[in-house]
């Protein structure tokens, strides 16, 4: 069996700077405390949990003094200033490219735009955008841009959650651009996923199979695990090596492996292992 990998895959380069600053100071101080969950990748949560990690949901439940870690999503500027109230000593772990997408979005609202921002409003990263702005913020959901109008609205500035496709965000600044009196863009869009989505979409056409790697609650997994679905090209989408099927494997000699933004690199690499041992033990047995 031959395993032929997309690139990029795995950690991203926000989440990779975020879960290397925890792992370091897990190390320093034995207890850091993570306001919601680190990452969404469920094995890598039971890793930093057995290492000292802590979640919490609330500032309130923070300890005096404690440490407490910021994931790659961000938090509303409210919440961290109610975590610098408390004398938390706060591990920052905001990619910039989310404070980039937070930042602008607060720059337009000052500046008295309606401010839309593209993205799913459930999202931790849009809900801090949101809640940062304290303007006029409308939340666009992706499927919704086509029926969008935007007659009436003066000024209207427009980012995105980083993880948006960039022709959904053009087909919005276009249907605002004809409706409001003034329109003002920011491109937060960061290249991270939509590179894995093209990897994905190249592999799929020269494997036999194709695996995505990665947590069930990871949305930019779930989009991998669509494109190749898509492609026609069979694919199985697993959490961890128990999600690998012996039945799907069977006659598949090149499979192509590819993994969400948020899939550390141990896990990738035990899934190879596998699959590797897998694979000769069937050579041998031929
Ligand atoms: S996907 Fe992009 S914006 Fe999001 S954490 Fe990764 S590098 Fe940062």
């Not at 602008?104 to 008295?112: H, M, P, S």
């Not at 290249?191 to 995505?212: E, K, N, Y």
């Amino acid at each position: 069996m031959e395993l032929i990998f997309a690139e990029p895959k795995g950690f991203c380069f926000g989440v990779r700077r975020a879960i290397t600053a925890l792992e370091k100071s897990l190390e320093e101080n034995g207890k850091v405390y993570a306001l919601g969950s680190p990452i969404h990748n469920p094995q890598e949560v039971e890793r930093l949990l057995s290492k000292g990690l802590e979640i919490i949901e609330t500032p309130s439940e923070m300890p005096a003094g404690g440490t407490v870690f910021v994931r790659a999503h961000g938090i509303p500027d409210q919440v961290m200033g109610e975590l610098r109230a408390r004398k938390a000593r706060v591990l920052d772990g905001t990619c910039p490219f989310v404070s980039r997408a937070k930042d602008k979005a607060v720059l337009l609202a000052r500046e008295g735009y309606t401010v839309m921002v593209l993205g799913d409003k459930d999202h931790p990263e849009v809900r801090a955008i949101r809640r940062s702005s304290e303007g006029s913020v409308i939340v666009v959901d992706p499927g919704s841009v086509a029926g969008l109008t935007c007659d009436g609205l003066s000024k209207v500035g427009i980012v995105s959650q980083t993880t948006q496709r960039k022709e959904v965000l053009a087909e919005l600044v276009t249907r605002v651009s004809a409706g409001a009196g003034e329109t003002r863009v920011f491109n937060t869009i960061c290249d991270a996923t939509s590179s894995r989505q093209a990897s994905v979409a190249r592999l799929a056409g020269s494997v036999d199979g194709i695996i995505i790697i990665g947590g069930k609650a990871s949305a930019n997994t779930a989009r991998l695990f669509q494109i190749a679905a898509a492609s026609g090209c069979p694919a199985l989408w697993v959490e961890d090596e128990t999600g690998l099927e012996g039945g799907w494997l069977k006659g598949k000699k090149r499979i192509g492996i590819a993994a969400g933004a948020s899939t550390p690199d141990w896990l990738i690499q035990k899934i190879a292992t596998i699959l590797e041992s897998v694979g000769s033990a069937g050579e041998d047995g031929r």
